[in-house]
Nanobody, 122 residues
Framework: VQLVESGGGLAQTGGSLRLSCAAS????????LAWFRQAPGKEREFVAA????????NYAGSVKGRFTISRDNAKNTVYLQMNSLKPEDTALYYC????????????????WGQGTQVTVSS
């Protein structure tokens, strides 16, 4: 299984970025995919998750209403649209996948990408 993130970069406060996570290596129909982030000196935290086959999404309270997770099954790609960015959104963003339902716990995910850096300037 390979997960490759892209789309990170530098944004201003109030700006937007869209992250992508391209997945390959197996059939993901039973999986859920999540975005996590980790800022320097902080623990990795849950951002959002979505089942590959559709259904309820899950968001951290700190991003709800600003970030939207979506998927394109034909492309095996999951997106994270980030709007109204804040300096506290600055972090390395990772995508991860697991077989089963969405979960906000990093240790439940089996495969991880290398991460893409998001920096929000004030």
């Amino acid at each position: 299984v390979q997960l490759v993130e892209s789309g990170g970069g530098l944004a201003q406060t109030g700006g937007s970025l869209r992250l992508s996570c391209a997945a390959s290596g197996r059939t993901f129909s039973s999986d859920s995919l999540a975005w996590f982030r980790q800022a320097p000196g902080k623990e990795r935290e849950f951002v959002a998750a979505i089942p590959w086959r559709g259904g309820s999404t899950n968001y951290a309270g700190s991003v709800k209403g600003r970030f939207t997770i979506s998927r394109d099954n034909a492309k095996n790609t999951v997106y994270l649209q980030m709007n109204s960015l804040k300096p506290e959104d600055t972090a390395l963003y990772y995508c991860a996948t697991r077989q089963g339902y969405v979960a906000p716990i990093a240790s439940l995910y089996d495969y991880w990408g290398q991460g893409t850096q998001v920096t929000v300037s004030s």
